[in-house]
């Protein structure tokens, strides 16, 4: 890990992530892939593309809010296979 600047900044190879502090209830990768029945990859792929909101733990493991969960379950996104067009 970095180690801080003598002036306690962190230096430029530092990585900051979003971290929540609000008290969302936050799931794993693993646990939002289990509730779509598809893989941790395919997840990872949704934050990429923007279909899902990730954030970072203190740890900087990747999160994601139950809210967020649970609006694109509704949408029916990720159901019953790929989405298709038209």
């Known amino acids: 890990m970095a180690e801080p600047e003598p002036d306690g900044t962190p230096d430029d190879d ?10 969302a209830e936050l799931l794993t990768r693993r646990q939002v892939a289990r509730a779509f029945r598809v893989t ?20 900087g493991r990747p999160r994601y809010r139950r ?18 067009n038209g």
């Open 14 to 23: 530092t990585v900051e992530f979003p971290v929540i502090t609000d008290g």
């Open 40 to 59: 941790s990859a395919t997840v990872a792929s949704w934050a990429r593309r923007g279909r899902l909101p990730e954030v970072h733990n203190e740890a």
């Open 67 to 84: 809210a967020d969960v649970d609006q694109l379950h509704a949408s029916g996104f990720g159901q019953g296979g790929r989405q298709r």
